[in-house]
């Protein structure tokens, strides 16, 4: 079960040994989260546990393991081996509620081509990850700040106008939007809110779920 799936009514139709899977999982998640300081993400996983700490009460199974409870005790209680399979599963649920690579990437190589200063290049499809934004793309400071500013619009963060220093190679700016971990939801929100004001830069989709 994903943990966006988790609610009152699905986590009654799991068997016990499921719930009990998911619920230390989420314990898993939740030690995770705390170590990065993923507040949002801790919130998530501590309403999560509660839906399923009420089911496994509600079926009669003794739960005695808060949220914060060290993952070694959790185990100890509920004679739970460890499952390598499911760490290793650990950073792809962590990630599922961020901004996917793909759009990342398609909307910087789309920004990129706008602001290159050689024809060489007829498309977007043609920038790539390596090429390098001065000898490939003949682009000076201003043609990155315009750049920087396009992306700040787009993906609604801030970054510092010496962030442009960094951005030697087209991954280079990829790597500084992936690094600001936007959450996928709050962006959409934001974006559907503020349509209007952000039209100019909305071109840059797609918005399709296969992109995300």
């Known amino acids: 079960m994903n943990i966006d799936q988790i609610n009152k009514d699905s986590i009654k139709k799991v068997s016990d040994k499921e719930l009990l899977n998911i619920h ?14 993923n ?9 999560k546990h509660t839906i399923v700490a009420n089911q496994m009460i509600a079926r009669g199974m003794k739960h005695k393991s808060p949220i914060n409870t060290s993952l070694k005790k959790v185990r100890s209680m509920y004679n ?5 399979t499911v760490i290793e599963s ?14 990342i990437k ?7 081509h706008e602001h290159i200063g050689v024809n060489k290049y007829k498309s977007n499809n043609q920038i790539k990850d390596n090429l390098n934004l001065k000898k490939d793309l003949y682009m000076d400071d201003e043609d990155k700040l315009e750049v920087l500013m396009k992306v700040e619009e787009f993906f609604l963060i801030n970054l ?14 990829i790597k500084t939007i992936t690094s600001k971990k936007i959450n996928k939801e709050k962006w959409e929100k934001e974006k559907k ?8 830069v909305l071109q840059y989709g797609p918005y399709d779920k296969d992109t995300f």
């Open 24 to 37: 230390y999982r989420i314990h898993q998640l939740y030690s995770v989260a705390k170590k990065r300081n």
């Open 39 to 47: 507040k949002p993400q801790m919130k998530l996983f501590e309403a």
């Open 80 to 84: 739970i081996k460890e499952n390598i």
């Open 90 to 103: 650990i950073n792809c649920w962590l990630t599922e509620s961020l901004l996917s690579e793909k759009l």
């Open 106 to 112: 398609s909307v910087v190589y789309k920004i990129v």
């Open 160 to 173: 510092p106008d010496r962030e442009i220093k960094k951005w030697n190679v087209v991954k280079d700016i």
């Open 193 to 200: 809110k503020n349509k209007k004001e952000y039209s100019d």
